[in-house]
Nanobody, 120 residues
Framework: QMQLVESGGGLVQAGGSLRLSCAASQRTFSSYAMAWFRQAPEKEREFVAAISRTGGRTDYLDSVKGRFTISRDNAKNTEYLQMNSLKPEDTAVYYC?????????????WGQGTQVTVSS
């Protein structure tokens, strides 16, 4: 069982930046594609970004392309989400996940989530 722990959330003004981190408890971290999802109040959880096991491939939700960057450091068992030019509509709880890169619905592990609030 691999545990994922997110950090880096907080309150930021529109146009600002945040960097989320997700630390994994096991060295098998490098065996998994990783991703970020988010869930806003009264909305379903949605995919935000994914990165392949080696970091060679990435994928993004259209609305965050050009603003968010997903990355990983397999030596540190950690993935990141750099979020720039934040908008109020980015407000949500952000979750990291270990999943199947070919099927985002196949999530093996979830983190507990970190709150991101963007004020206008």
């Amino acid at each position: 069982q691999m545990q994922l722990v997110e950090s880096g959330g907080g309150l930021v003004q529109a146009g600002g930046s945040l960097r989320l981190s997700c630390a994994a408890s096991q060295r098998t971290f490098s065996s998994y594609a990783m991703a970020w999802f988010r869930q806003a109040p009264e909305k379903e959880r949605e995919f935000v970004a994914a990165i392949s096991r080696t970091g060679g491939r990435t994928d993004y939700l259209d609305s965050v392309k050009g603003r968010f960057t997903i990355s990983r450091d397999n030596a540190k068992n950690t993935e990141y989400l750099q979020m720039n030019s934040l908008k109020p509509e980015d407000t949500a709880v952000y979750y990291c996940a270990a999943l199947d890169y070919s099927d985002y619905a196949r999530v093996y592990y979830w983190g507990q989530g970190t709150q991101v609030t963007v004020s206008s």
